[in-house]
């Protein structure tokens, strides 16, 4: 027993001082010159679904590069035409996580997969965010909608989402997709409702976690508000069209990122943890010799 405890004692060391000994040489470089390639963070335009992107292409401090055709940050998959359904099958996913929750999958439908293609339930919570914004909209109540969204409301709500991704439940689900990104030889995709809260901020873990500048982590994260736009606007338009809302735009805040929601989680992981290296080891349970594997499988 003594011998068994030993060896896991010095593998543990190990392995913290590997993500240590990574993360130190990470804070050690300047973070001016790594820059993204051009084709960094590949759309991939679909019908049914507007915010769906590999995440190859950014360069990290070292001067390597994410491979393409290893991840896919998206939306949900529901609404993909047979067409998409195509498209997605040339890309010879090896499998799809989900981080909706069930309220949002029975609302919006189960994704639509080439066949073959496993899928992972993983639901993260957003605290009720999708069910709010829906009972908002349908009580047709311009007071009621303004008391919520109104004066900040709406800004706070989001606050709170994002401060929930350090919850057990949370960290756990982040720490299992990381850990399977590392592991997986084939494109593995991972989504949300909007592929831009839970699906940014795990996109944005991610890219650090293989040496890619917090700055260029942080575009990729800011971009969902580009791919978005138009199909966001088009939804204030037929809520108003319809007479659901007033003021559809008190639902910007909710439909956008912000700067000041990933602040919001940086600020807290960094105040838990201590660091951000901190949180992949503690928080997500992402290992130094998973972190290896994960760059070695990610970058170029």
């Given amino acids: 027993m003594k011998a068994i405890r030993t060896k896991h004692t010095v593998v543990s060391s190990i392995s913290t001082a590997l993500i240590s000994l990574a993360m130190a040489a990470v804070a050690a470089l300047p973070a001016a010159p790594a820059v993204a390639a051009p084709n960094a963070g590949g759309h991939i335009a679909l019908q049914g679904a507007v915010n769906v992107r590999d995440i190859g292409g950014f360069r990290t401090y070292d001067g390597a590069t994410v491979k393409s055709g290893k991840a896919i940050r998206a939306d949900a998959l529901s609404g993909l035409t047979d067409s998409d359904v195509a498209t997605m099958a040339g890309h010879e996913l090896a499998s799809v996580v989900d981080l909706r ?86 494109p593995l995709l991972y989504h949300c409702t909007s592929g831009k809260d839970r699906t940014g901020f ?31 606007a088009k939804l204030r338009e037929q809520v108003g069209q319809a007479g659901y809302m007033e003021n559809p735009d008190l639902l910007i805040p909710l439909q956008e990122v912000r700067a000041e929601y990933l602040d919001t989680a940086v600020r807290a992981l960094e105040q838990q943890y201590g660091s951000f290296g901190k949180f992949l080891t503690d928080g997500l349970g992402v290992d130094g010799w998973t972190l290896v594997k994960l760059r070695k499988n990610l970058v170029d």
């Avoid at 029975?106 to 965010?129: E, H, S």
């Avoid at 900040?152 to 350090?166: D, H, K, N, P």
């Avoid at 795990?202 to 138009?230: I, K, M």
């Fill in 101 to 186: 929750t069930p309220g949002e999958v029975q609302f919006m439908g189960a994704d639509r997969l080439p066949d073959g293609v496993p899928l992972v339930a993983r639901p993260i919570d957003d605290t009720g965010l999708f069910t709010q914004m829906m009972q908002v909209i349908q009580s047709r109540d311009p007071q009621r909608q303004q008391e919520v969204l109104g004066d900040g409301g709406a800004e706070e709500i989001m606050r709170g989402v994002y401060t929930s991704f350090l919850s057990a439940e949370s960290r756990a689900a982040f720490g299992t997709t990381v850990r399977e990104l590392a592991a997986t030889d084939g």
């Fill in 202 to 232: 795990l996109t944005y873990v991610v890219l650090r976690a293989v040496g890619v500048p917090e700055h260029t982590a942080r575009q990729d994260y800011l971009r969902s508000n580009e791919f978005r736009a138009a199909a966001d």
